[in-house]
């Protein structure tokens, strides 16, 4: 075996971790290494919160490359109801430039009820978001500015799912046909019934995490081994198993607008910071029990997956930790596999 240097150089991230299981993944030209700390491994479920939405996104693209849909649709154009002002369109939802506030009307309200703290959408349903779509006033005119809105991906897959001639609670459905399965990603889908983690906030455990409304902004499971998987055709597009999709992994990671002041580019939902030997995408995710982050450098080939199951933290540690650490790999690929548990 050959020296595990790309393990080592992830010591640090697993370290930094708070929660009591952590699993890290790393990618670098045909090295992996995968390194695990307390009751989890490799093929271990958690909760991804908004690293959803880069499957959305992905289901986006797959849909378009089909000619099932274009970026340019009207949203409404696959709603039972047409929505007042100017039109909202699936591009406007995937790059957070819809005008769409964070969460929808009465959100809040049910959360209270159904428990804030550990499941804050278990009482939003398909219903409510439509009923809260209906009555909405917009922040600003679609594409006028950037605002990040769990209501706009979640809406995303509500109208993915009705344009593929389903229902708008079907989109768990057509991401495990369209994505999930083709990939061949066996750990990963929205039921919190199957086993995964134990999410912890404070200290205390949590339940798994219910999002009935908004499946597609937070409600993927998935495990450090898919990840892994889906860096690796975001990488190299050209290896996924269809047409479809090989567009598709080239789709979601083309910069569609820069972000004012920051330096940033928003793709299909990944964020990409220009570097000078190349492009950052990144995106991270958190639930009342989990953090996550992915991202991935394709003009090196590295891509690096973490997560804790414990709630995120003000200004995000563990999430810097991981964006530095990815840097820090990037360089040329060393050609080695290794894996490990510690």
Not at 275 to 298: I, K, N, Q, V, Y
Request: proline share 9%; glycine share 12%; charged share 20%.
């Amino acid at each position: 075996m050959t020296e595990p240097r790309l393990a080592g150089r992830l010591q640090p991230l697993l370290a930094a971790a708070k929660g009591p299981g952590t699993a890290v993944a790393a990618l670098r030209g045909d090295e992996r290494a995968v390194l695990c700390r307390g009751p989890v491994g490799e093929d271990t479920r958690f909760e991804t919160g908004s690293l959803t939405k880069t499957f959305t996104a992905l289901l986006l693209a797959e849909l378009a490359a089909r000619g099932e849909v274009r970026y340019g649709d009207r949203a409404d154009r696959y709603l039972p109801f047409r929505l007042p002002g100017p039109p909202i369109t699936l591009l406007h939802l995937a790059t957070h430039t819809s005008g769409l506030p964070r969460l929808p009307p009465g959100l809040l309200a049910r959360a209270v009820r159904s428990g804030w703290l550990s499941n804050p959408y278990a009482g939003f349903s398909e219903t409510d978001l439509l009923v809260s779509l209906a009555r909405t006033r917009l922040r600003h005119r679609p594409g006028s500015r950037v605002h990040y809105s769990n209501f706009g991906g979640g809406l995303l897959g509500h109208v993915l799912a009705r344009a593929a001639g389903g229902a708008g609670g079907d989109y768990a459905a057509l991401l495990a046909e369209r994505v999930i399965d083709p990939l061949g990603l066996a750990d990963t889908d929205c039921d919190p019934n199957r086993p995964q983690a134990t999410g912890h906030w404070h200290g205390r455990a949590r339940p798994a995490l219910l999002m009935p409304g908004l499946a597609a902004a937070g409600a993927v499971r998935s495990s450090a081994r898919d990840l892994l998987r889906v860096l690796a055709a975001l990488i190299a597009p050209d290896a996924a198993p269809s047409p479809a999709l090989r567009t598709a992994f080239a789709e979601v990671q083309r910069p569609r607008l820069s972000v004012p002041r920051t330096g940033s580019r928003l793709c299909l939902i990944w964020n990409l910071r220009p570097r000078p030997d190349g492009a950052l995408l990144h995106h991270s995710g958190g639930t009342r029990g989990f953090t996550a982050f992915a991202g991935f450098l394709p003009g090196s080939g590295t891509g690096l997956v973490a997560w804790t199951n414990s709630a995120p933290t003000p200004l995000a540690p563990f999430v810097q930790a991981a964006y530095g650490t990815l840097r820090a790999l990037d360089g040329p690929p060393p050609g080695r596999v290794w894996t490990a548990r510690v």
